[in-house]
Each structure stands twice: as C-alpha cells, then as structure tokens.
C-alpha cells in the first residue's frame, strides 16, 4: 500500500572538510537523502536538467535518473496537490517553488491540507513532505523575486517552518526536514546562497526545532533569522567599538519557536529585538516580540524592538537597499532605547 | 464481482504527444485526436431497454449478474442517503449533501473499482463510501461533527472527504503517479462536480494526470448544479468531457442516470489505466434531485418541474425494469434487497442516534508528529479548565453557550 | 476609457429605525450603493437567485439585474482577477469569497495584485474594489468552514482590512469600503450574520479606519474584533461582580490600525489583552500586542495578554465550543494577572 | 494601418451552449463543435512563398502595405531587442527577457490590436509594448530596477508586464467584460507562454471569458520551452490550441513565425470579439533564440543544433524574402526601416546608459490612496536616515553594501 524503503543505505562516511556554499550544501543534502531513502523524490519548475534556478538540484537528475528527480508542468498548486498524494502513498517529496511569490498559487493546498492532513484524520494520515521556498530578497530581483512568506506559513498550524542561515544548517536542517514524519516549510535565504563554509559532509548540527546562540553578549539580544543573522553579527561587530555587547540568536525554527533558548537569552541580556526583511506589520516578527514579552516582561527593561522592512511591497532592484534592515540601522534603533531604563 | 467489460472497443486510442521540442513544425503525424460524442453515452435507456449502435460508444451491457449487484449497491445506497437526510432534519447532522438521483453515478463508477485501489470523494459521495465498505457511522462522523474524518484512510483506501473543490483531484493524480513509480498496479479514481471543473486545481490534475500518464480516472458527475448555479454559468463547453481534449486524455460523455454505462466506461478507463495507458476523464450527466445541503433552499433558484423532470428519469428505477423485462429480478431477492437496505438505514439511525464520546483534549494530540512545549501548555490549561467544570459539576454546554 | 459614474443618486431619504441583522445591514449597505453609484457591481458564487449562502446579496440581482449583480463560475481566483480588470476598467466591484477558507485559491491574486497594483503604478492604477469574507467560526461549519484568515491579509502591505462587529458599523464601513479608493478586504463575522439592532439607514458610524471604544473602563482594556467584540463585552458585563472596571475598544480596522485610540485607552488603564478566534501563534493578535507594547511599553503594569483559540487548526462543530475564548476564559486570562505589580 | 482581414471565411462559428439546466439528456442539437487545424495555420511558407488551401484555415495574405509595416515593425524590434540584450550584459538591466525569434508572434498579434483596445503583456512581451508606442525608457524601467512598472497604463490602454504567470488573462477578461457591459466596443489582448497555460489562472480565464463571452483574445506564445522545461513535459494536448474546444471557444493553432497569419488570424478574432462573438485562444508556435533571461544558461537543457534548426525559420527573414520576391521592398525602403532601427536602438542605449533619479522616499507614496499614519512615521525615519547619510557625506552605496 505504501512505498517501503526499499534502499536504505548506511550513510556516506564523513568527507574531508570542504568550502560548500549553501546552495551547494542543500544540492549534497539532497544527494544524500536521496541516496539514504528511495522514497524520497524531488520535483518542481526547472530541477531536473537545469538543476533549479539556483542550481541547488544541479547534476542530480543525472545521477538518479527521471524517476527520482524531475520537472514538473508549470503549476504550484498542482505540484503541492500531487506531492500531498505522493505522501500519502508513502513517498517522501520534497517540491520546490521558485520564488517565495510563487508559492501562492499553492496556498490552498497548504493551508486546508498540507497543514491539516495528520489533524484531520487523528494522525493516521501523515504527510512527510518538504516544500522548499527559496526566499526573501536582496538579491536584486525584479518584482515578486523578493518577498518574504514566512508570516502566511507560520500563522498556519500544522506547519513547521524552518529557515537555515549557514551552509552546515542548511545540510543538516533539511536532511532532518526530509527525515521529518511531518510536512516541513524549508525555506532558504536567497542571498545566501552563496555563502561559503568549510564544511565536512554529513554535517548535523543543532535539531532543526531548536535556536541556536551564534554569539554570545551581555546588553541585548539581537534574534535573527535566514538573511538577517549575518546582518545582526555584522550589528555585532560594529557595536564593539561602541562599547555594547551583543548576544545573537540564530532563531532557525520559526515555528516551532523555541522560548527556552530564546528567554534564557532576553532573561540574561533583559533586551531583545527581533530582525527580518518583511514588512513588520504583521510580520513573524510580531509573534516573537509578543511570546518574548508575554513570557519575560518582568525581565524587559525596554519593549522588543522589531527591526524590519517597511510597511511596503518589497521594493525595486534599485530601492531594495533602503528597504532592508542593515546593520547601521540595527544599532541606530538600538540607540533610540532608553538605556538608563535598565 | 466478476465483470465482462467493454474495453479495446472504446474510442480511447492512445493520444501521442506530438511535440517533442525543436521539432514540431515538421510533424505530420495522422490526427488521433477524436471529440467525445455529444449524446451521452448509453447502455440503458430510461423505459429499461437495452441500447444498441452507435449510442454506447461502443461499450459492452454488464453481464445480468453484475448488473443486479449494481442494483443491490443502488437500492442500498438510496435508503441510506434517504436514512441520513431525515436524520438531518432531526439535528443528529451538522450538515448532509446528498446524492439522491445521483445513485448510478455514484456507485456505477465506484464499483468499477478495486479493493486496492484509491478512491478519492467529495462531500457528495457518502454512498460511495458506503459502496466501498466503509461503516455509517464512520462516514458520518465528520458531518455529525464529531471530528474532520471519521474512517481509516489507508484501510479503506479511501481519502477523506474533500470540501474544497477539486483539490482532491490532485491528490489523486500524486499518489497514483507515486504507485506508478513503484510499480504498484492501482488505480485512483476521483470524483468531482460539475462546478469544481471552473477550479484551477481541476485543471492542474487533468494536466498533471495526462502528462505523467498516471492511473487516474476523473469521474466529473455532472449534476447540474454548483449549489445554485447551473451548468449553464460554469461552461460554455458542449459537454464537460470535451475537457479532455485539451490535456490529450480520452473524455467520455456518459448518461450519469445509467449505471450500466457509468459502470462499463468506468471499468475500461480504470483498466486503461492499469495498464499503463494513463488518465481518463468521464462525465456523468445526472441530477442532484435534493438540495444542496439541508441549509439550501433550491426553490430559489430551480422550478419544481425540472426536478420532476429528472425524477422521472429515476436511476434505480430505470435498472429495475430492466431486471424485471429479463426476468433477473425475482421477487425474493428484490425483498432480500428491499430488507439489506433497511438494515443499513437501521444500523445508521442506530449510531447517528447514539451520542459520540469526544475527548476535547485530543484536539492537540494529533497537529504534530512530535507535541510541540507550547501546544502541550495549552493542552494543560484546557484540562485544568475542564477539571474544574467538572469539580464544579458545570458542563460544557455552558462552555458552547458563551462562545457562540 | 474607464466607466463613468453615469447614474448618481442622492442618498435614499433616512428611513424609520428598524430592527436589521448584520446580514440585513450589508444587504442594504449592498443596495443603497449599487443605486448610488452605478459603477458597484457584485458577483461571486450564488450571489444571484440564491442571495447568497449567507442571504446577505438576497433580492439584489431582481433589482439590479444581471448586469449588475450575477453568479460567475466557481473559481475564486478567477472571480478576484477578473475584478481586478474590472476595477482596472473603472468599475467598484464587490465580490464575494464564499468562506474564508475558500478565498485561498485566490491568495495569488490578492497578494501579488490586489495590494501591489497602486503602489507597482505610482498610483496610476488604483484598484478600488472589496472582496467581502464570511469569517471566522462558532457557527457548527464542517472542516473548512470556520477558519480566520485575517492574519494573511494583514501581514500584507498594500491591503486595508476591516471587520464590522454589529449591524450599524457593517451597514456603515461597508459603504465607506466601497467609495474607498483603495481595495479593502471586509471581514463579515458569520457568527454575528444574525445579531440585531435598531437602525436608521442610511446609518455612518465613525470612519472605516477608526477604532471605537465600545465600553468605558478603568482598569483593563480589552481589543477585541468581529465576534470577540461581544465576548469581551460579556467579559465586562461579568467581571463588574468582581469589582473590576473592564474598557472595550472595538478594533474595527485591523490593516491599518488605529494607534491612537488604542494607546489612548490602554494608557488610561494600564493593562491591555487582545481577543480573537484565531490561532495564537501568527495570530493577528501578535501584531496588536506587538505595536501596542512597543507603543505604550513604560505605561503598561503587566504583558499584553492574548487570548485566543488554540493553536491547532479550526475543530469539528462538537468540539469548537473547547477552543474558542469565551467571557469566563478571558476573565481567568485576566485573573492571572499580578495584578499588584500595576 | 488599413487591413483587408479573413473573418467569416474561417472556422469560427459560433459553439452555442448545450446545457441549460434540466433540459440536457433531450438536446439533439447538431454538433458544431471543431477540432483545431494540428498542423499550423500559415500563410507565409519559410521559403517566403505565399500558401494556399486548406493551409491557409481560410485566411487572407494581408496586403502588401500592411506586410511591409509588419515588416518594419518586425525590423525594429529585433533591433530593440538584440540591444536590450547587450545592455543587459553591460550590467545596464537587471533582467532582459527577451524574444527573439518570436517577433512574428508579438508583432502579427500585437498590430491586430487598435489604440483604443487594451494589452495585458507578460515580461517577454517588451517588443510588443515598443510596436505599441511605449517609449524604450519606460518599458526597461522596471527590467532596470527603477520601479516595478515604468509606464502610464492608461494611456497607453497597456497593462504592467506580468511577472506571476497567467494571472493577467484574468485581469483581461474582466477589463473587457467590463468594457462590454457597459457597451464599449474594446477588445483586451493578452499574452502568455506555454508553460503558463500550465497554470490554474489559465484555465480560469478561458472559462470565465468562454462562459461570459467576453471580447478577449488570448495569444499563447508556445515557444516550446518554460525557462528549461520542454513543451513535451507541460501538455499531451496534440495543440495548444486544442485547449480551447474544452471551453466551447474557437482555438487556432498558427504557425507563429509567420507574421501574416499571425495578423490575420488575431485580426479575425479581434473583430469577431468586437462584434459580441466572445474569445479566440491563438496558439502561436514559435521558438525562444535566446536564453530564458540573461541569468540563465540554455545549453544546460537544449541543443545548440535546435537552436540553429529554428534560426533557419527566422520570421523577418522569411517575410523579407516574400516581399522581395514581390518587389515590394525597393533598396530604401529598406534602407530606411534599418535606419528607423538603429535610430530605436540609439534611443535604447542613451536612454539605458543614464542615470534614472530615483528619491527612496517615493516608497512610501503610493501604497495607499491616503497615506496611512503608520508609514509616514517610517517614511520620516527613510528621510532622518537620508538627511544624516547626506550630512556625512556617505552614499546609498555604503547602505547596498551593508544590505546585501
Ligand atoms: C474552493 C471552494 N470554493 C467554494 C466552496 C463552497 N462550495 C461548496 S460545494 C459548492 C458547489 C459545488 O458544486 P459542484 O462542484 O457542482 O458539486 P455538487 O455540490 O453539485 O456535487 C461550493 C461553491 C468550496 N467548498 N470550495
Ligand atoms: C506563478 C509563477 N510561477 C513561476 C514563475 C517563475 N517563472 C518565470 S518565467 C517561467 C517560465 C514561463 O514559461 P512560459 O509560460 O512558456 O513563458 P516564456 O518564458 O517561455 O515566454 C517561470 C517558471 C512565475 N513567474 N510565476
Ligand atoms: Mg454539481
Ligand atoms: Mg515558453
């Protein structure tokens, strides 16, 4: 009835250590879960013999074949809808839209099945299944190349969502996604991409539901995500010379959230802001800033800041850099807190 | 059921894609491509003769055996969905959209399937699943509202019952294309509306089936109606089967109130399909003669005469005079019939009568594979709520009262 | 090149008061702006001959006409891009989701158009039009009949998103909806589809983006929306016996949200909680206790509560009486308060 | 441009609706339903030599004045677009999607269409929107980065260039139908390519027009590949063109690198939208030269042998070649059209190679009709921000840098 393993093999033993960006540490993630579990197929637009807009599918249809890897017709309703079926029967799918944008044609599919199937039928029905959501901006694309999904996902329960900031995590997180009994929202910072790290394969770093401290500090917290963890180390590095110490939490998991690291972090520091590309009106931010303070107030000293896009729609190529969070503007809203209030 | 089926004698020729990249232009392959008949395709006709020529497309009339299990499969059918509408009306149900009229849609297309095979249903298609061998009140369950889906799925082979239209279709073409790539001989069936084809997801299935040649058969049962909307203000279309063209996949417009035709067209496709020659679309023309759910009100929008009309095209009754004009209708076995399907109708009042116990506490047991730390804190303050409305010997209709 | 308003009439004379329901209300709103501007026409699914599964288009198309009012086949996707064209062309169309969760297919339309065409043509192409849900639960719907989908609009720039509570603001903000320039999804609370009031039509209330303290209070504010509006004023009701002094602010517009009013209130009391039905986690809810804290942080003795539904996707009719917040769930949520802290 | 067109010769009678409610199993009405020509409707053979018969679909060769204007339209955006090209790889845009080699599929089609009609175009469609009288300035805009759309829609009754597929046939098929209720004799034209017939809001938009019957022409721009996926992987339709018997609309599938049957074709089904006869889906078959955008590598996915295989159909070629077998091209007229193009490309570069000023500050102008409180705090801050980096000498660059 349903696809067995019928290929399970022991994994690769760990590689010499290698400079992987992530697109190429996602590409061995795949190769390699591929290669673990036979049920596990990948489709989409373009993965197949252009290995994905961005590459993160390159040389894998060569390798397993048209049975494993292929390109779907031009559909991502279709392509969510049918990788549900796959699921079903037992397979492990992991489809990828091509932009964040372009997933919401698919939106149903997410919402009334991919998150309800395990509820709706009292766990009998699983869905393991990856939708993998290359995202956000900064990258200069033209419009709806750009924006950030995160907050339709993580309003939706029943989904896990993730978002890998570094080539290891990137690895690890989505062998995990693939290894998940439940359907996982992978979503990868386009402007990483092509982030190098020294890496030795099969890497597995922290689970993919837990935050992670990237750099430890005393002052504040600074709790980042995909694109803007490397923007709140740069804040980081900078705020030295100013004197302020700065924690950063890398959130990985934006839902689950993980409020145990998360307010061991603020309950140290006693401030917190949150940083994402999105527009902050109703952004995933405003959930962290409403749990950070619901379950530390007592230990604020000041509101959780929010460090965002603005209120627009995501903004040309040329006018994307006003747009986003960079780390001058990191440290700038740092300053506007009433230090003293402490 | 043993069943003699019409199949190789059907218009449904492979269609070979003639686009192969750069050279297209060049091809001058012979035109394959044929239009579904525009008269529905039909094995009985209403007065309960046998149809000869060009009319069945083709199609073979099941053997007396098969056709009087068919018969059986109906009657059942129609005292359960009668059963459960007055049942409706008593409040047992939160809701129920009956396929009454429907019946040799319904179970024509679902008895042309397997046991390992998958159906995939609407919210219509309670009697299939009855058809299929799945309990009342499992069925049931989700429009008593005790919970969203009341049946083992992998049991059954039978997905839960989709709401929102047409997104089925689609799962149906994934998990026959994931049994395709392992081999697996099964089929998927799905049934969908008249309405649900104006879906863009229908279109994506019909795409998705045709171009990966799954084993899927589409059953569009053509009832007229999309709540109260007509036909008319859903297609401009001939027929819903001419649909098919348009992925390179046979369509069949079928007589949806014969369930001969409905059974031998089906079983072809489903057996086309097994065998490695891809989806099928088949349009049932039939009538839904109730109204949508019991919250509709159809006198608003449709003349008593027209449903007159169809209940004198009456799909059980039609098979009947067949049975009877040939003899294949004893008068014990109609009886025999007449009293399985009384049982049913009994065995569902039964259960629909009796109250479901529901613990409010597993609303949270099954979101996750894995119970997240905040969903199990919020777990823990529902049961010191309930705890104490039970200490306090409140119930929790008090609870329903204020949150309305 | 773009419809002209060819058939202005004055306002219909105020009619004696009556007793109208929410659905009565938007079904003369409906009319009173169809006969004024002949530029509104309304369609979407049983809009026409069956007014509507909610009754609330009932009687229009005999009015109107076809011309003016009709079915269109079932596709929401289809129905929200051809309004776009239409409100493209210089019509005001209103169209009709049929239940929050069948606005999905449309998500596409709504988020890459709907918001972005104004400010993607530097305002030369505004899109005045209203997409009308039915929202939210406590109506014993099957699956998919229940959800809140207002976190998806609202975490969407370019969209204006209003609920109306009771009957005279419904009449109201549903007339301003569709004289407003700009397009507005219109939240209609099904559960309230039947709630009554007396009114004088044609009956404003205060402006569509306002908030309206709905209830004097001195101790705690509750923010509350569509149907909560009324379980927070039962919450009040009760919560006189145990000597506290509860104000109610009827949000009203939750994209944009009037800051004003609200930190004016919650100033006054100190203490603020946020009701809706909705999940918490991504909630809509995150945003008003974000902005809300940020806002009013140094004035605020405790959290901003929010007290919610579950987060667990939308229950079965027997069981959604667990999950919804109810008068007693918010006063326990308020009980748990350090309330010496203030 | 005064044109001499086919309509009424060619195959597009009217497919009346079969079903209008109760009435459907009694309907014997004759079947005026057609099948789409597989082989592609031409006008123009490659060797340049005019076609007759059946070919043809019963279409007229437009005149030799209109030819040559095609002609010379054509000339000018293959010269538009190779520049775009280049100025892409200088790093002048940031994208450049272009169509060379569809030149006949955007030109016939898009000089069927009159002034006072309107465009729904997709990113590919820059040539047509040059053909339409837009300024080069103003289509690159948005490929520049500048802003999302660089041009007044209203006055040039065009659309911005969709980047979510299909989603414009939609927005076409309710600006027309809007047009027509209120007795405006417009007609909306919209492209797409092949793989976004793909889509659920393809599907959407043929049905609503089909089932509204409103004046829209959809033109599908099968240039046989979806950035790397063949057109074998997104139909099993034998035509795209197929599609449309699925809607009860007239469907053709033309050879689309052949400018005159292009013309003739949209022209036809222009008028016929025009006088009340609803839709026409166009199938263009035709061939994408180069790269799906500059950012992507075709070698990757296809031949370069295809490639050259297509070049030899080139479609201003092929006209050329027709118009001076009839010597209907004297030396300076040609001489002027390439003149008239370079004079374009010119314009193109000089335009491209300055600065757009661009005030950041217009973020915030435009989201809403009225500007909201909210956002003109954040605009204040953008401004705070800019006043500083202009106090202390710094540029937006250092802002780029740290935002990447
Ligand atoms: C995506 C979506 N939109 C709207 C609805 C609301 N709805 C439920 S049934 C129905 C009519 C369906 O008609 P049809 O497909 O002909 O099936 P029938 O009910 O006639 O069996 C509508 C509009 C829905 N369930 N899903
Ligand atoms: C809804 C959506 N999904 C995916 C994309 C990404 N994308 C841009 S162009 C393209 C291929 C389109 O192919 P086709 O429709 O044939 O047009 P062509 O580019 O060949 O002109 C894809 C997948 C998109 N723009 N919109
Ligand atoms: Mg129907
Ligand atoms: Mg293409």
Redesign the interface.
């Given at each position: 009835?349903?696809?067995t393993r019928t290929d399970a093999r022991p994994e690769p033993a760990a590689s010499a250590p290698a400079t992987l960006t992530m697109a190429g540490a996602l590409n061995a993630a795949l190769r390699d879960a591929m290669a673990a579990d036979d049920r596990v197929?990948v489709y989409g637009?373009?993965v197949?013999?252009?290995?994905g807009?961005f590459r993160v599918t390159d040389g894998l249809q060569s390798t397993f074949g048209e049975?494993r890897i292929?390109?779907?017709?031009?559909?991502e309703?279709?392509i969510?809808?049918?990788?549900?079926?796959?699921?079903?029967?037992?397979?492990r799918?992991v489809v990828e839209m091509q932009f964040d944008?372009?997933s919401?044609?698919a939106?149903?599919?997410m919402?009334?099945?991919v998150?309800?199937m395990?509820?709706?039928?009292?766990?009998?029905?699983?869905l393991p299944m990856v939708v993998r959501i290359p995202c956000a901006g900064?990258i200069?694309?033209?419009?709806?190349?750009s924006?950030s999904s995160e907050?339709?996902w993580?309003?939706?329960?029943?989904l896990?969502v993730v978002m890998p900031s570094n080539p290891a995590d990137a690895y690890s997180m989505l062998r995990e996604a693939i290894e998940?009994?439940?359907p996982v929202v992978f979503m990868e910072p386009k402007?990483r991409y092509w982030a190098k790290d020294a890496l030795e394969l099969p890497v597995r770093t922290a689970p993919m539901d837990r935050a992670v401290v990237v750099r430890e500090g005393a002052d504040v917290t600074l709790l980042a995500y995909g694109p803007t963890v490397r923007?709140a180390l740069?804040a980081a590095d900078a705020a030295v010379a100013e004197g302020l110490s700065i924690e950063v939490v890398d959130l990985r998991s934006l839902?689950?959230?993980d409020?145990?690291t998360v307010s061991a972090s603020v309950r140290k520091t006693s401030r917190a802001a949150v940083i994402h590309e999105?527009?902050q009106?109703?952004?995933?931010?405003?959930?962290v800033?409403?749990?950070v303070?619901?379950r530390n107030?007592?230990h604020l000293a000041?509101?959780?800041?929010?460090i965002t896009g603005?209120?627009?729609?995501y903004?040309?190529?040329?006018?994307?850099?006003?747009?986003?969070?960079?780390?001058?503007?990191v440290l700038?809203a740092l300053a506007t807190w009433e230090w003293d209030?402490a | 059921m043993p069943i003699v089926h019409a199949f190789g004698k059907a218009l449904i020729g492979g269609i070979p894609s003639f686009h192969d990249g750069a050279m297209s232009l060049s091809v001058e392959r012979p035109d394959t491509r044929s239009l579904p008949s525009q008269k529905p395709i039909r094995l009985l006709d209403n007065a309960g003769h046998a149809v000869h020529g060009s009319a069945t497309g083709g199609f073979d009339l099941p053997d007396p055996a098969t056709l009087l299990d068919l018969y059986r499969r109906m009657v059942v059918a129609r005292r359960f969905d009668v059963q459960v509408t007055a049942l409706t009306r008593q409040g047992r149900l939160a809701t129920y959209p009956s396929a009454l009229g429907q019946e040799a849609c319904e179970i024509g297309a679902i008895s042309a399937l397997e046991a390992c095979d998958w159906f995939f249903p609407t919210y219509r298609d309670s009697v299939a699943l009855l058809t299929r061998g799945i309990e009342p009140g499992d069925i049931l369950a989700s429009f008593r509202g005790d919970w969203h889906n009341g049946y083992d799925q992998h049991a059954h082979r039978t997905a839960s019952q989709a709401t929102p239209l047409a997104t089925q279709a689609l799962h149906a073409v994934g998990l026959s294309h994931a049994a395709r790539l392992r081999n697996d001989p099964i089929v998927a069936l799905t049934m969908l509306g008249d309405g649900a084809t104006s879906e863009g997801d229908a279109h994506e299935a019909f795409n998705f089936a045709a171009v990966w040649q799954t084993p899927t058969v589409f059953i569009v049962q053509n009832n007229q109606f999309a709540i109260s909307v007509p036909l008319s203000r859903q297609t401009r279309a001939a027929t819903l089967a001419d649909k098919a063209v348009g992925y390179g996949m046979p369509g069949f417009h079928v007589d949806g109130n014969d369930v001969a035709a409905m059974f031998a067209v089906t079983r072809a496709a489903i057996e086309r399909a097994r065998s490695g020659g891809g989806p099928t679309l088949i349009e049932g023309l039939t009538y839904r003669i109730e109204a949508h759910t019991n919250s509709d009100d159809p006198t608003r929008y449709r003349a008593a005469r027209d449903v007159e009309h169809w209940k004198r095209r009456d799909p059980i009754e039609r098979l009947e005079r067949y049975l009877v004009s040939e003899g294949a209708l004893p008068e014990d076995v109609r009886t025999e019939i007449a009293d399985a399907a009384e049982q049913v109708a009994a065995d569902t009042r039964q259960v629909m009568t009796a109250e479901a116990t529901i613990d409010p506490l597993e609303l949270f047991d099954h979101v996750y594979a894995n119970p997240r730390a905040a969903l199990l804190e919020q777990r823990g303050r529902l049961a010191a709520e309930l705890a104490e409305a039970a200490a306090s010997g409140s119930t929790p209709a008090a609870h329903a009262g204020a949150a309305r």
């Open positions: 009835m349903s696809a197929v637009e373009d197949g013999p252009l290995g807009v049975d292929w390109d779907s017709p031009l559909a309703s279709g969510v809808g049918t990788a549900i079926g796959m699921a079903m029967y037992g397979m799918p944008a372009f919401y044609p939106f149903e599919q919402v009334s099945h998150a309800k395990r509820n709706r039928t009292k766990g009998r029905m699983p900064a200069g694309g033209v419009e709806h190349h924006d907050a339709y993580t309003a939706t329960p029943g896990t998940s009994e439940d402007s923007t740069e839902s689950p959230f409020d145990e999105a527009a009106f109703g952004g995933y931010g405003a959930e800033a409403a749990r303070t619901e107030f007592h000041a509101p959780v800041l929010r603005f209120d627009i729609p903004p040309s190529p040329k006018l994307e850099e006003f747009h986003l969070p960079t780390p001058d503007r700038a209030l | -």
